[in-house]
T-cell receptor
Framework: DGGITQSPKYLFRKEGQNVTLSCEQNLNHDAMYWYRQDPGQGLRLIYYSQIVNDFQKGDIAEGYSVSREKKESFPLTVTSAQKNPTAFYLC?????????FGPGTRLTVL | KNQVEQSPQSLIILEGKNCTLQCNYTVSPFSNLRWYKQDTGRGPVSLTIMTFSENTKSNGRYTATLDADTKQSSLHITASQLSDSASYICVPRRIDADSGYALNFGKGTSLLVTP
């Protein structure tokens, strides 16, 4: 998992609540990413950030928000607008040609 | 549009046997292709990366091949071990005008190695 930490590992939330997933890296990478993984599906890009104070929507950004106030941190908020939030969430950071993934957070909406 | 197709979807083999996983892709313009191993409940870990000029690359018991003309790649695992049980994900990288590049993740092949 190489220098990228995600917390918590498991997260439960009630419908209608917002929840924030943490992602921290000490690899000094400029670029960071959030992916969602569902059973039997490939990873889908939610948001990415190539530099501090800047981020871009990925393929499935609706119902999510991010911030990038520090190079080391890229938290993801799953809002109540996300219709189907139960999933495995992966954070990554990258050099020019390699992405390094965190251990993931499994979010379950009750 | 799914630009990466992996086969088989799942595979069960006996410990010590070999196996080959397939990946067909349509991404263009193509930059490189990486194979990841993902253990259950963990993040993916890179196994190999291949550029369009490379045909074969090995990493221990893992050997990847690439045919950039036919847009096909394979991952061969030799003398499988129980610890090889995981999902193997093919990720071709496309050169993207806006972001510099874009990754396209396959759905993965789920491999189970049994004693």
């Amino acid at each position: 998992d190489g220098g990228i930490t995600q917390s918590p590992k498991y997260l439960f939330r009630k419908e209608g609540q917002n929840v924030t997933l943490s992602c921290e890296q000490n690899l000094n990478h400029d670029a960071m990413y959030w992916y969602r993984q569902d059973p039997g599906q490939g990873l889908r890009l939610i948001y990415y950030s190539q530099i501090v104070n800047d981020f871009q929507k990925g393929d499935i950004a609706e119902g999510y928000s991010v911030s990038r106030e520090k190079k080391e941190s890229f938290p993801l908020t799953v809002t109540s607008a996300q219709k189907n939030p139960t999933a495995f969430y992966l954070c990554a950071s990258s050099t020019e040609d390699t992405q390094y993934f965190g251990p993931g957070t499994r979010l379950t909406v009750l | 549009k799914n630009q990466v197709e992996q086969s088989p979807q799942s595979l069960i083999i006996l410990e010590g046997k070999n196996c080959t996983l397939q990946c067909n892709y349509t991404v263009s313009p193509f930059s490189n292709l990486r194979w990841y191993k993902q253990d259950t409940g963990r993040g993916p870990v890179s196994l190999t990366i291949m550029t369009f000029s490379e045909n074969t690359k090995s990493n221990g018991r893992y050997t990847a091949t690439l045919d950039a003309d036919t847009k096909q790649s394979s991952l061969h695992i030799t003398a499988s071990q129980l610890s090889d049980s995981a999902s193997y994900i093919c990720v071709p990288r496309r050169i993207d005008a806006d972001s510099g590049y874009a990754l396209n993740f396959g759905k993965g092949t789920s491999l189970l190695v049994t004693p």
